[in-house]
C-alpha cells in the first residue's frame, strides 16, 4: 500500500489525528500528512502511505482556501478558538471599505505569524510558549499571495466577509484575517477555513473517514499513484540497464537538458516510477544524480 490520499479534514481534529486514524483505518504505520491544518480548519489534507511519505517534500507547495473573517473582533489565537481580546461593533463597515484594503494582502508581504502556531522559535513551538505565558516577539517572513477574491458579505454588528485565497507555502490565513483588522482599526479574527486545495489535490475529489471506511470494506479503496500527485515535474524514461544502474545510486549522462527543470520523476521503460533525480552538470555535460530511490530495479 503505497501512493496518497486526498483526505477531506473535519473540524476538530489535528492534522495527527488524522494520521493516527488513517494507519488504524489502512492497518500501516508508514503514514504522513504534507501540510498542517489547524484543529479547527476543515479540507484538504493529502496524506502519503507507505514508501511515498519519502514524497512528500516533492509536492506543488500552493494552497488555496475559503475563509471567513469576522471584523470587530480581536483573539489571542486570531481565530474564534482563542479568548476573545476585544470585541467592539462595527455595523458602519461596508463590503467596498473592506475590499479597498484587499490589494495590499497580494504578492509578496512581510507576514507575523499568530503567537499560536507551530513554528519554532528558540527550539520550542510557538504556542507551547504561549500556553506558558511567555512572550515571544515572533519574527516576520516574506509570504506570497497569488489571488484573493471577496466571495460575500454578512452585515451586522460584527460583519463577516467570506474570500476565496490562494497562496504560497508558509501563508498564515489567521494572521491575513488578524492584519485586515487592524488595516481596517476595526479588529479581525479567522472564524471559518476550508482549504480548497493542496499540493495540487482539489477538495472536490476529498474523501472523507467515512468514504474511506465504505471504501476498505468493500475492497474499492485505492491510493492516488504518484505520477498524479507529482505530476508538475518533468518525467524522464531510462533504459532498463540505465534504469538498473540509476537505482544503484550511479550517476547517468544526459543527452540533453532541453526546457527540463529538476527534480524531475525518472520512469523505467516498462513505465514504473523508479524515484526522483536531480541533474548536475559534469564536465560540461549533464548527468542525472539520484536524490532518492523509490522502486529499486533488480
Known amino acids: 500500500m503505497e501512493g496518497f490520499l486526498n ?6 481534529m489535528t492534522s495527527h489525528d488524522c ?3 488513517i494507519r488504524r483505518l489502512l492497518r500501516t504505520k508508514r503514514v504522513g ?3 498542517t ?3 479547527a480548519a476543515t479540507g484538504v489534507l493529502p496524506i502519503a502511505v507507505g514508501k511515498a511519505t519519502r514524497l512528500l517534500q516533492y509536492l506543488r507547495q500552493d494552497k488555496a482556501y475559503q475563509a471567513t473573517v469576522r471584523l470587530g473582533v480581536t483573539t489571542t489565537t486570531d481565530d474564534l478558538e482563542g479568548e476573545t481580546v476585544a470585541a467592539t461593533p462595527v455595523p458602519q463597515l461596508t463590503r467596498e471599505q473592506v475590499a479597498a484594503q484587499l490589494p495590499q ?3 509578496k508581504i512581510s507576514q507575523i505569524p499568530p503567537a499560536y502556531s507551530a513554528i519554532q522559535v528558540q527550539g520550542k513551538r510557538l504556542y507551547d ?3 506558558a505565558g511567555e512572550t515571544i516577539e515572533v519574527p516576520s517572513r516574506v509570504v506570497e499571495v497569488h489571488n484573493i477574491q471577496v466571495l460575500a458579505w454578512r452585515e451586522g454588528d460584527f460583519p463577516e466577509i467570506d474570500l476565496a485565497i490562494a497562496c504560497g507555502p508558509g501563508t498564515y490565513i489567521r494572521a491575513i484575517a488578524r492584519d485586515l483588522g487592524a ?3 476595526t479588529g479581525g479574527t479567522l472564524a471559518h477555513l476550508t482549504r480548497t486545495e493542496s499540493c495540487g489535490l482539489p477538495l472536490k475529489e476529498s474523501l472523507t473517514f467515512e468514504d474511506i471506511e465504505t471504501q476498505t470494506s468493500q475492497g474499492t479503496f485505492q491510493l492516488i499513484p504518484p505520477d498524479q500527485v507529482l505530476a508538475h515535474l518533468s518525467q524522464i524514461p531510462l533504459n532498463s540497464n540505465d534504469g538498473r544502474r540509476w537505482c544503484q545510486g550511479q550517476r547517468i549522462p544526459l543527452s540533453e537538458l532541453g526546457e527540463i527543470v529538476p527534480p524531475v520523476q ?3 521503460e516498462d513505465g514504473t516510477f523508479l524515484g526522483i533525480s536531480e541533474i548536475e552538470s559534469s564536465d560540461g555535460d549533464w548527468v542525472l544524480v539520484p536524490k532518492m530511490v523509490f522502486e529499486p530495479v533488480s
Do not use: Q, T
Open 183 to 185: 488595516v481596517l482599526e
Open 33 to 35: 500528512h504534507g501540510g
Open 105 to 107: 494582502f497580494l504578492g
Open 129 to 131: 510558549l504561549a500556553r
Open 37 to 39: 491544518l489547524d484543529p
Open 7 to 12: 483526505l477531506n479534514k473535519p473540524p476538530g
Open 266 to 268: 525518472i520512469y523505467g
Open 19 to 21: 494520521v493516527s486514524r
